[in-house]
């Protein structure tokens, strides 16, 4: 017999909350809630960092491939070809040289400042979203990143005060310096490892120091250093060290630079700690070094003495030069900024110093205030010393030549080092600056006095006119159809050289956009880069053109046709031979587009058109 009664329900929902997996997920999630209350404040500095850096680089992320940064368009299409060649790395091609430019010779990926390490860890973003996203993205990491680490040191190593470490994070992310740099050098403004080379620093220090651990440890005898926290650390302070030589040189270089002559402060005014600690210390900085050149040995002689790398500087430290009286304007890139301090530096990727007079005066009394403490004077040390290096071999004051000799001659004739630009060193200062700012404000912070105001409304107003106001960017051409769809393929294989009309070079780069628009699958001659074809094997930014690209090069200056005969057509020949070129490509939309069709026509013949650009097949593909 049937029943349209109802039926009971069975307990689902109990059932399921009682499930093993259920249980286990709300310990989960409970665990995770747990940890970010924990944390809530790192987090808010870490979402306040982020938010900056978005506000900053937000123009350019409306549309990455459609725009450019205004103030250093050149450099952006260089490290977006950079990012495109690392990211091969994921698909198995990948060396310390590539011949994927300046072609037949190609380019010492070490003796450039290549980014490496960040366009491999970035393959996946570039492949998949192309090099422009990837440019965009570690330009706001890099602020954010390198504010997050130094307030991660301020809280954790000197247990500041959370604000005032938000505070030092924000000085060193976002220093005027930062700022600049962020018009397209990204090795400079990938600055996050540097507190973490700082922090290992200063673990060893502290586990080379018996006075340091207030109870022995098991199994080590009393005041004894703690040796196994000193080889982690050294070991910890190799693979960072590596590592950042695949991201910059120059940051690690700076770093260093400041750190010694720290170290030389702090045992002069700390004598008891020298003795206590230098033995164990230098021997442990031993073994960090010892395995960093066991990782290192081989890429910096590539660098230096490998094909096509360099051993000198290309840049003249006379012209590169901090103004000493930049050093207390405001930057232009500051909101309150004033755009004619700009004649103060060489360009807007180098305000540098622009650090502003309020805040070297409260520096000042910052470092008054805290007294004769060992890290004090070895700030205060490394700010005078950094500061006088980036005035060059001449002190310059207002765009004059003073006479007078700067601390940079002192590295005159010494290798590699005097090739360092020398109001780069001035980037070295606002971790220093900061430093002092996030003691004066911790012990500010911690007291109930009148000093505690005055320190706080003094460190506030220095720092608000150094409040940066976005990066300016604009419109750029479309990379061609004839790129993007893959159109290339019909003339050229994978691997192979094609020669974009007009060829790049370092002055207009932009036919290295095609190469990275199509994730570096094909070569090109020429080029922006660094080499040793300078007078005599000296570094250089690339060659010397062929006599076709210089032809080519004033058509499209110009407008006008040359005459173009039997030597012209035979040069022609040689230089692709040259080159290995498969075929010559110009896009419809070039400047003077007409006259360099038809200069190329009686060169190489009658053009093939697709899609929006003529192409002349030069030698047949496999």
């Known amino acids: 017999m049937s029943s349209r009664a109802p039926i009971a329900p069975t307990d689902d929902v109990a059932t399921q909350a009682d499930h093993p997996l259920a249980r286990v997920r709300r310990r989960q999630l409970t665990r995770l809630a747990r940890t970010a209350a924990r944390y809530r404040t790192d987090l808010l500095a870490g979402l306040f960092f982020a938010a900056l850096a978005g506000t900053l680089t937000h123009r350019l992320w409306a549309d990455p491939a459609g725009l450019v940064l205004a103030l250093n368009p050149e450099d952006q299409v260089l490290y977006e070809w950079f990012l495109a060649v690392d990211a091969r790395a994921l698909l198995g091609d990948f060396g310390l040289t590539t011949d994927r430019l300046n072609a037949p010779d190609g380019v010492n990926l070490m003796a450039n400042t290549s980014v490496i390490a960040l366009g491999v860890v970035f393959a996946p973003v570039t492949l998949l979203f192309g090099a422009p996203v ?24 000197l ?33 996050w490892l540097l507190p973490v080379i700082v922090w290992l620093v200063v673990r060893l220090l502290r586990a080379a120091d018996p006075a340091a651990r ?42 260093a630079l400041t750190l010694l002559v720290m170290a030389v402060t702090m045992i002069l005014a700390d004598r008891d700690l020298a003795r206590r600690a230098l033995p164990s210390f230098a021997g442990a900085m031993a073994l960090a070094t010892g395995a960093a050149l066991l990782v290192l040995a081989r890429p910096l002689w590539f660098q230096f003495a490998g094909p096509l790398g360099v051993a ?93 000799p700067g601390p940079y001659a002192l590295l005159g004739g010494v290798p590699v080092v005097d090739g360092a630009l020398p109001m780069r060193f001035a980037l070295a200062v606002p971790p220093l600056v900061a430093t002092l ?30 409040i940066p106001a976005p990066l300016p960017t604009t419109q750029r ?65 690339g060659v010397a053109p062929r006599p076709t690209s210089a032809l080519l090069a004033d058509v499209a200056r110009s407008g006008l046709r040359p005459v173009v005969g039997d030597k012209q057509r035979r040069r022609a020949a040689a230089d692709v031979e040259h080159w290995g070129a498969s075929c010559v490509v110009l896009a419809a939309d070039t400047a003077h587009a007409d006259s360099l069709r038809l200069t190329l026509e009686g060169l190489y013949g009658p053009s093939t058109r697709i899609a929006d650009a003529w192409f002349w097949r030069v030698r047949k593909t496999r």
């Open 134 to 157: 990837t440019f965009a993205l570690l330009m706001t990491v890099n602020l954010a990143g390198t504010a997050t680490a130094w307030y991660l040191l301020f809280s954790r190593t």
């Open 159 to 191: 247990r500041a005060h959370r604000a005032a470490a938000t505070l030092g994070g924000a000085l060193c992310g976002f220093a005027p310096g930062m700022v600049s740099q962020s018009n397209s050098h990204l090795h400079m403004t990938a600055q």
């Open 437 to 466: 700012l996030v003691l004066a404000v911790d012990r500010a912070l911690r007291g109930a006095n009148r000093a505690r105001r005055l320190t706080l409304v003094a460190v506030a107003v220095a720092v608000v006119p150094l």
């Open 477 to 541: 051409p479309p990379v061609p159809e004839f790129i993007t769809a893959g159109h290339w393929r019909t003339c050229v294989e994978p691997g192979g050289v094609l020669v974009p009309v007009p060829l790049a070079t370092p002055k207009e780069p932009w036919p290295m956009r095609w190469a990275a628009a199509a994730n570096a699958e094909f070569s090109m001659p020429q080029g922006f880069f660094i080499g040793p074809h300078g007078r005599g094997g000296s570094a250089a930014m």
């Open 312 to 404: 000198d500087g290309m840049f003249s430290p006379h012209y590169f030069s901090a103004d000493l009286r930049s050093w207390w304007a405001i930057s232009p890139l500051s909101l309150v900024g004033d755009d004619s301090s700009a004649r103060l530096s060489t360009g807007p990727a180098e305000y540098n110093t622009f650090l502003g007079w309020p805040l070297l005066v409260v520096t000042v009394g910052c470092a008054g205030w805290l007294g004769r403490r060992p890290l004090v004077l070895a700030c205060t040390a490394g700010i005078l010393v950094m500061g006088g290096l980036s005035l060059g071999p001449e002190v310059v004051f207002d765009g004059a030549g003073t006479g007078l």
């Open 214 to 255: 207030p109870t022995p440890a098991a199994g080590l005898p009393t005041g004894a250093p703690d040796r196994r926290r000193l080889t982690t650390s050294a070991m910890g302070l190799a693979a960072a060290v590596s590592v950042q030589v695949f991201i910059g040189e120059e940051v690690l270089f700076l770093g």
